[in-house]
């Protein structure tokens, strides 16, 4: 059985019975689950039905436009927004100091906890750049042994960690022994699925040694594919070639106990003619190799996606798929977001059981008792 199914019980013990953000450490969230002692279970007490405006608010993950401080008009609505998280990119850094301060404010914000994510592969994918400084690409790193990637990895997380953060959306998982500067490149760890995905998952079980929780991206693969942020992307692959791919890069990273895993913009025929992040049959293919942690999208505000339709419609349609959170780097349509989402619900275009189950896996990822804001 794959130690992701272990997630449930990463909550065990950590309910709260407030659900608060302002109370909770940044230590006490995001944690990884311990795929060796699952812990109790969690609590049973009668559960507190949360708004639909809540619940569909703690799916997002949004970023934070240019802001550098809490107080910023944009971080102080998305915090109080009360989404499941944020992600800080590269404008939103200026110094250590800066980005704990920034974090420990939108904690304050929030009416709940707060997932505080970065995208920060190391490489030419470093938003953490002005504090880290220059880091090894996943090719460079991947030509060494697997005890020095967690290694790397660990030393890696106890940075972030140190600096607030919870999650990281690392590493990616794709192989691709191309180009160096091609739309994954050099960002992958090798060029053979197997051997990608055992080295990403031993940077993964460093970050996870550090207490930052990993994501294993992009399901079910992009690899030597056309970049995503530029349009529509389509791969013929046959289907038992996808699966066969998928299952020997992916396998080993979530056999390290990789909580979270992000879905791809690639439009695989053979699953359907949607992008992956929105279609159901990729998200059922994820949930056949035993995963039970939380599928998030790539960032939404890419074209393969925007070309076709809007942030929020695209949000709705995620949730629908399957997916538990969505991620949109403009944190100004989080509002819309939400309302997207509440409408789609009270339509019944979208089934408040599938909300429920996205909300229950976040809240899990939290350390939060799903009972605290889900019934049913």
Known sequence: MLGVLALAGAAGGACSSSGEGNTASPSAVGRTADTTNPGPPLATRPCRQAPLEARAATVLVVGLGDATTAGNPLASQVAALGVGGVIVLRPNVVNAAQ????????????PRRLLIAVDEEGGRVSRLRPVLGATPSARA????????ITDVGAERGAVLRDLGFDLNFAPVVDADGGSAGAA???????????????????????????????TAKHFPGQGGLADSH???VVSNTPLDGLKATAAAGFTPALEAGVPVVMMSHVTYT?????????????????????????AVTDALGMSAITDQWSIPQAAVMAIAAGADM??????????????????????????????????????LLRGEDPATMVCG
Do not use: C, H, W
């Not at 704990?100 to 904690?107: E, F, H, P, S, Y």
């Not at 994954?184 to 996870?208: M, N, T, V």
């Not at 403009?330 to 979208?350: C, K, P």
């Open 326 to 363: 969505v991620l949109a780097n403009q944190g100004n349509q989080a509002t819309a977001m939400r309302d997207a989402i509440v409408a789609a619900v009270s339509a019944g275009r979208l089934p408040e059981a599938r909300l429920n189950e996205a909300v229950s896996r976040v809240l």
């Open 184 to 214: 994954i490149g050099d960002r992958s760890f090798a060029a053979a699925p197997a051997e990608a995905g055992k080295r990403a998952g031993a940077f993964a079980e460093g970050l996870r040694r550090a207490g930052v929780t990993p």
């Open 230 to 232: 530029d349009g529509r």
């Open 270 to 294: 053979a699953l359907g003619s949607l992008p992956s992040s929105l279609e159901p049959a990729a998200y059922r293919l994820l949930r056949s190799f035993g995963f039970k942690g939380v």
């Open 141 to 148: 790193l991947g030509l060494r042994p697997l005890s020095v």
């Open 99 to 110: 980005v704990r301060a920034m974090g420990d404010g939108l904690r304050q914000r929030s």
